[in-house]
Structure formats: structure tokens, C-alpha cells
């Protein structure tokens, strides 16, 4: 009996540590910032992009994903109507001053989806 007991006091610990942790998770969620190059010369590579971007929401958990492109921002993420929205136009091409747009965003990364000829500093570049 005394084993059901330590056993049973066991999972309660478990259940409200795993509890506390997902509210406070869901409290103090990570903005990440999320920027994809649509010049002319990426449009090829659209589809790819988007299933990146797809593939990183469903891991995304206890996170706030922001979206943009090199030449607006578009938001929050989840109320985007379509991921295809994201790359509805493609033209010009993708310069450094095109980020400068996206300094005072208050986001803890910064993500940006490009061919990788433009290395910005406090960027994480995801090549295609």
C-alpha cells in the first residue's frame, strides 16, 4: 500500500510540474521574426520557402511567430488567412537596407529566408 501511495504522490508531482510549465510557457512566449526574400530571383524558390515556414510553426510550440518579406511586414503568423499570401508578389531585388525596417522589432531572433548572398548581422540566414 505504501507504494501505491509514494507512486501515486509521484505522478501528482509530475502532473503539476508538467502543468506549471505549460502555463508559464504559454505566459512568457518567445516573439521570433520571420523574413522571407521575395525578389524576382527567389520566386523559384516560393514552395520551399513556405513548407520551411510550415515545418517551423508546427515545431514552433510556446512561441509567437512574426512574418514578413523584404518589402513589408506582414504580421502575426497565425492570422495570415493563407501561407501563400507571404509570397503573392516578387520583384526588385533584396538589399541590406530592406532589413533596416525591422530593427526596432522587439523579436528575440531573427529569421531570414534568403539566397544568402546577404549576410546580416544579428540575422539567422536560411539558405535555398
Do not use: C
Not at 40 to 63: G, T, V
Not at 100 to 106: E, G, I, L, M, W
Amino acid at each position: 500500500m505504501k507504494f501505491i501511495k509514494v507512486f501515486a504522490l509521484f505522478i501528482l508531482i509530475q502532473a503539476a510540474a508538467w502543468a506549471g510549465a505549460h502555463v508559464y510557457q504559454n505566459q512568457h512566449r518567445e516573439t521570433i521574426l520571420i523574413v522571407a526574400d521575395t525578389s524576382y530571383a527567389m520566386k523559384p524558390k516560393f514552395p520551399a520557402m513556405q513548407e520551411w515556414i510550415e515545418n517551423y510553426e508546427a515545431k514552433a510550440r510556446y512561441k509567437h511567430l512574426l512574418v514578413g518579406t523584404d518589402k513589408a511586414m506582414l504580421g502575426n503568423l497565425v492570422d495570415l488567412k493563407s501561407k501563400t499570401v507571404i509570397f503573392r508578389t516578387s520583384f526588385g531585388s533584396m538589399t541590406a537596407e530592406s532589413l533596416a525596417r525591422y530593427q526596432s522589432t522587439v523579436a528575440s531572433r531573427k529569421i531570414l529566408l534568403s539566397d544568402g548572398k546577404i549576410q546580416a548581422a544579428g540575422w539567422d540566414v536560411v539558405k535555398f
